[in-house]
């Protein structure tokens, strides 16, 4: 699926291309199984720019996505920001027409999605609701823990 499709001829006169974009989401191929749902479009804005070898794009990215907490499951949305999006391409392996950047900027934002999110930031925002399931050492009884020696 093309997503940030780059003219090439345009790069190759010299011209540096503006880029100011709001892609629609699914380039993502995120399915209904994700826990992952994007919530808004992706913004793109940078410039796009060509030298003798490369082709070069320079972009800050921005997407939301509504996921659960790591701590309550509750459903919030987290902002991701690339705010150094960089991919570069061979001139001699680009033939005139377009440049797809989209699979590289598809990369780049699903490795900024943090692997443990809380929905209040730093700490979940209903910790105080959860916090009696949490094991308390100091009401253990003569170190007896059940379960835990199975």
């Known amino acids: 699926m093309s997503v940030l499709c780059i003219p090439v001829d345009r790069c ?25 749902v994007p919530a808004s479009p992706v913004h793109v804005c940078g410039t796009v720019y060509c030298t003798d070898e490369w082709i070069i ?41 377009f440049w797809d950047v989209g699979p590289s900027l598809r990369e ?17 925002a209903h910790m105080d609701d959860i916090q009696k399931y949490f094991r308390d050492p100091e ?3 003569d170190g007896h823990q059940p379960f835990r020696d199975l």
């Open 12 to 36: 190759f006169a010299g011209e540096s291309i503006l880029l100011d974009e709001q892609i629609d989401p699914s380039f993502l191929e995120l399915t209904e199984k994700d826990e992952l």
């Open 57 to 97: 794009a320079n972009a800050r990215v921005t997407a939301s996505f509504r996921l659960p907490c790591s701590a309550c499951n509750e459903i919030f949305t987290l902002q991701i920001e690339v705010p150094a999006f960089s991919h570069q391409e061979a001139v001699e392996g680009l033939k005139r027409g």
């Open 108 to 124: 780049a934002i699903l490795v900024e999605v943090p692997f443990f999110v809380r929905c209040g930031g730093s700490a979940c």
């Open 139 to 141: 009401k253990e009884i």
